[in-house]
């Protein structure tokens, strides 16, 4: 049996954060259950499911200060890409707030964004392999 991984995000909206995840990341929900009063939503990149976020909605104090703030100065997580500048153009276009432009590294091709909090995601593309 394959085993995931699950990290938890908090949000003011389940819906608008999937809203932002999906339409303008680009990725999928995974689950979306009602429990009760409250819901059970993951939500993950396309095509992978070795990684889900859990969105958990901040209801308490403690938990509405670290909105936004997650990953502290640090990305709260990253995410891979396979076209780093075209992801960066389309998502530029749908508002996704970007902390410069795509530069390339000896790791890849890469760009800090944030989410609709302010959680910080790197996107990366690894870097190309010259065939010699």
Known sequence: MKKKLMCSLLVKNYDEAIDFYTKKLGWVV??????GDDRWVTI???????????LHV??????????GKQGGSY???GMETHDCLGDYKRMKKLGVKFDGEPEVRPYGTGVMLEDLYGNKIFMNQEPVEIAK
């Open 30 to 35: 995974a689950e979306d259950n009602p429990m």
């Open 44 to 54: 993950t990149v396309a095509g992978n499911d070795g990684c889900v976020v859990a």
């Open 58 to 67: 901040a209801r308490t104090k403690e938990d509405q200060a670290l909105l």
């Open 75 to 77: 990305p709260y997580f």
